[in-house]
């Protein structure tokens, strides 16, 4: 919102400057956006009286001039304008001068004559349109000397553009903003003069009526002016207008624009005439009807919108903007001034679903106060009598069934200094209320504050709060910190964690990617999921971008599966990717389960064996203990029988494998993927980051190797799972060396070979102690898995 500050300083006594108010504004919690001061770029041009003009001695078009411009010497300027005589006052743009477009002026010599400065036209003070003046400005003979220019023609004027918050409605006028300055700067406002006399040749009650049909009108008023003289406004009131960027139209036009601004209470004025019947009701639109507003525009109406009606025909929509039917004309000769309090919800969607956002509509939307209406509809008669412009015929219709009582709140000022931090007096709380209107009395260490009904955002104790603590001065609490912060900064141990395993991630060759949390409810078909599948139990958002963000995942595969794509239809030859996200599971409770996850895809010169040993770095970077693989053949996002599921313990922590060829094809990828999504919560939970020290073993250690034959559908996890069992302590390590399938072994079996470390902590193993454990294991290999020495 745009205030001028000569429009504020009409209600508060100023004696800063307008960037210091801005500041100040800001520190209290009237944020500025923007100071925009005209003539600011016009420096050091001065009021100068003409003492004595001469011709130049080698220039017939050129005169040499004396000027007096409040220093003790005169200043010589030659010039080749002709317009001025002796005695004139015009605009001097001394030595070292700026001037609009950036030019400077300085001294220097005409045909050999010394001339310091220049005198100006309206148009090198940037006031005239270029071509349209000739010769130099001449000022009124009663134009003080040595005057900034600025100053003498009102170049220094300043507009604050300020960004009031939803919740403030009472802001949005120049008297709000004069509370606010007032309230900051401790001292004292003035309203509006809104006292006027009636005549009462007649009365309201005998001219209109007005019935309110439907309660988003919260309160209607009005008032009829007779023997009203129709012409442009006076120029005080237009420059005001035209300072906070209103376009003057004519005299009641512009009273209701100037009132709205003022103190931000919308109004309406209707030619009578237009009026049928004598007859205003504020009701629904009907379906499908036409109406014909102000900008001249045809809309179709429904029957959400709220209309004003003559009995007949709509004439307004109610809150947004008049009817071309109703406007104030040349000739209208009897006003009625309409000042009302309509639903601020109805009122923003009706004016979106028109397209129609006015100064009005803005304000309306915010819930305004509905006894603003009653001053407003004074002001609005008072600038009328002001104006000689009309006679205000005796009485108001006032309807305003629900009225609104002011709340009282009871905060005890000792909780408020201990929220706060800081140690303020109640008698100082009550003296910062008061600034604000918020009337406060005391009732032992409570403040019992009386809240105006134009204070709509103020409803607990924390508000109050709020208000002492901008009134006295964010910058005057002192720092200090919840016995909860870790005052030593840094990163937790779930971001140090989350670094370990970007840059493990990193270093294995993939490139980390992000994706939204909120994906399509189609995804789920994407990847195969069963209509059964408690994956499609999902949160859906109230407010989506679209479908295609319509809900929080609970999988990360699809968002992974898309930046494959992305990058296979690209044309790039391999990706190896990873992202760190979270899905969002529903529980019986009021929010989700939030899981963090990692999910790491690839494909291109890459298969499963690639895409285990990444986890395996992984897991081996967070030192987690028992994990094991088992083979996964029913998820339908994989491929069966190259598919496995993580397990550290018995729980399951996520699943890897080949991505199932019909869900790349949907993805347009005709390659093999390769998908492992792990739940980084569980791995955390059993990371063990922490290292301990290990002393070099002090005896030496065995190493036997042997090579099995086994049946192809048994795992070389299980076989190792046998000889770790089986040889206990003594077994240091296991190490896999070689499979082997061909011509020597039978059809449906396979040779591994492995390499077994023996090794006692205490002692030297002998070869009785080893081969005694070396055949238990193989004993065990032949009864548990039927494997065969080689």
């Known amino acids: 919102m745009k205030v001028p500050f000569t429009w504020l300083k009409d209600y508060v006594d100023i004696d800063i400057n307008v960037k210091d108010l801005a500041d100040k504004l800001t520190l209290s919690g009237s944020k500025v956006e923007e100071v925009i001061t005209t003539g600011d770029e016009i420096q050091n041009v001065v009021t100068g009286k003409l003492m004595k003009i001469e011709p130049h001695p080698d220039a017939d078009k050129l005169v040499i001039c004396q000027l007096d411009v409040g220093k003790e010497e005169p200043v010589q300027i030659v010039t080749g304008a002709n317009n001025m005589k002796e005695e004139d006052i015009v605009p001097v743009a001394l030595h070292g001068a700026i001037l609009t477009n950036g030019l400077k002026i300085k001294k220097g010599k005409l045909r050999g004559i010394v001339s310091n400065g220049m005198m100006c036209s309206e148009e090198e003070l940037g006031i005239a349109e270029e071509g349209t003046v000739q010769g130099l400005m001449i000022l009124p003979e009663n134009t003080p000397i040595g005057k900034d220019i600025k100053e003498v023609l009102g170049l220094d004027r300043a507009v604050i553009d300020f960004e009031i918050t939803s919740n403030r409605p009472d802001c949005m006028s120049i008297v709000g903003i004069a509370r606010e300055t007032a309230a900051t700067l401790g001292i004292e406002y003035k309203i509006p003069n809104i006292d006027y006399k009636t005549s009462n040749k007649e009365n309201i009650k005998d001219l209109i009526k007005v019935e309110v049909k439907d309660p988003l009108c919260k309160r209607y008023m009005a008032r009829v002016i007779k023997n009203v003289e129709i012409k442009p406004s006076p120029s005080w009131m237009q420059e005001r207008l035209l300072e906070a960027g209103v376009r003057p139209i004519n005299n009641i036009v512009d009273i209701t624009n100037f009132v709205m601004l003022e103190l931000g209470q919308p109004m309406h004025a209707f030619d009578m005439r237009e009026i049928k019947s004598n007859s205003i009701v504020i009701d629904r639109a009907k379906a499908e009807e036409k109406?014909?507003?102000?900008?001249?525009?045809?809309?179709?109406?429904?029957?959400?919108?709220?209309t004003i009606r003559d009995g007949e025909k709509a004439v307004a929509l109610a809150g947004i903007m008049g009817g071309l039917n109703s406007e104030i004309k040349e000739d209208t000769k009897s006003v009625i001034f309409e000042c009302a309090n309509f639903d601020g919800t109805n009122i923003r969607v009706n004016s979106k679903k028109l397209g129609i956002r006015t100064e009005s509509s803005s304000r309306f939307e915010k819930d305004i106060d509905p006894?603003?209406?009653?001053?407003?509809?004074?002001?609005?008669?008072?600038?009328?009598?002001?104006?000689?412009?009309?006679?205000?015929?005796?009485?108001?219709?006032?309807?305003?069934?629900?009225?609104?009582?002011?709340?009282?709140?009871?905060?005890?000022?000792?909780?408020?200094?201990?929220?706060?931090?800081?140690?303020?007096?109640?008698?100082?709380?009550?003296?910062?209320?008061?600034?604000?209107?918020?009337?406060?009395?005391?009732?032992?260490?409570?403040?019992?504050?009386?809240?105006?009904?134009?204070?709509?955002?103020?409803?607990?104790?924390?508000?109050?709060?709020?208000?002492?603590?901008?009134?006295?001065?964010?910058?005057?609490?002192?720092?200090?910190?919840?016995?909860?912060?870790?005052?030593?900064?840094?990163?937790?141990?779930?971001?140090?964690?989350?670094?370990?395993v970007i840059s493990t991630l990193l270093s294995s060759g993939l490139n980390q990617s992000i994706s939204y949390s909120f994906v399509s409810p189609k995804v789920f078909d994407s990847i195969n999921i069963p209509m059964e599948s408690s994956l499609r139990d999902v949160i859906s958002i109230k407010n989506p971008l679209g479908e295609d963000y319509s809900i929080m995942r609970t999988t990360t595969i699809p968002s992974m599966m898309e930046s494959l794509s992305r990058n296979y239809v690209r044309n790039n030859e391999e990706a190896r990717l990873f992202e760190i996200g979270k899905v969002y599971i529903k529980t019986d409770k009021e929010l989700p389960e939030e899981r963090n996850i990692l999910v790491v895809g690839m494909y291109g010169n890459a298969d499963y064996l690639n895409l285990k040993g990444v986890i395996e770095n992984l897991i081996e970077t967070l030192d987690v203990d028992k994990t094991h693989y088992e083979r996964q053949k029913e998820n339908p996002t994989f491929h069966p029988g190259k598919t496995a599921d993580l397990f550290i313990h018995k729980e399951c922590a996520g699943i890897l494998g080949e991505v199932h060829p019909d869900i790349c094809e949907r993805y347009d990828i005709d390659t093999e993927c390769y998908i492992a999504e792990v739940n980084l919560d569980l791995l955390y939970k059993n990371s063990n980051v922490i290292k301990s020290y290990k002393p070099l073993p002090k005896f030496p250690a065995v190493t036997r190797d042997i090579a099995l034959l086994v049946e192809d559908t048994i795992l070389v996890q299980e076989i190792e799972a046998v000889i770790k069992k089986t040889g206990g302590s003594l077994v240091e390590s296991v190490k896999l060396f070689d499979v082997y399938k061909g011509k020597q072994i039978p059809e449906g079996k396979k040779s591994v070979a492995y390499a077994i470390v023996y090794r006692a902590e205490g002692k030297t193993l002998t070869d009785s102690e080893v081969n005694k454990v070396h055949d238990k294991i193989l004993r065990s290999l032949e009864y548990k898995l039927g494997c065969q020495l080689r």
């Open 291 to 306: 109406f014909i507003t102000l900008d001249e525009v045809e809309r179709v109406l429904d029957e959400s919108i709220l």
């Open 371 to 500: 006894d603003l209406v009653q001053m407003a509809l004074d002001r609005a008669c008072n600038l009328v009598e002001e104006l000689k412009i009309g006679e205000i015929i005796e009485g108001t219709i006032d309807k305003y069934e629900s009225k609104i009582e002011p709340k009282r709140l009871e905060v005890d000022y000792n909780w408020i200094n201990k929220f706060l931090g800081i140690s303020l007096s109640k008698e100082s709380m009550k003296e910062y209320l008061d600034r604000l209107e918020l009337k406060t009395s005391f009732n032992g260490d409570m403040l019992v504050i009386d809240v105006p009904t134009f204070r709509i955002d103020i409803n607990i104790k924390e508000d109050i709060a709020e208000e002492i603590a901008r009134i006295y001065g964010y910058n005057n609490i002192p720092t200090t910190f919840s016995e909860t912060v870790n005052l030593k900064g840094g990163k937790n141990e779930k971001q140090h964690l989350d670094d370990k």
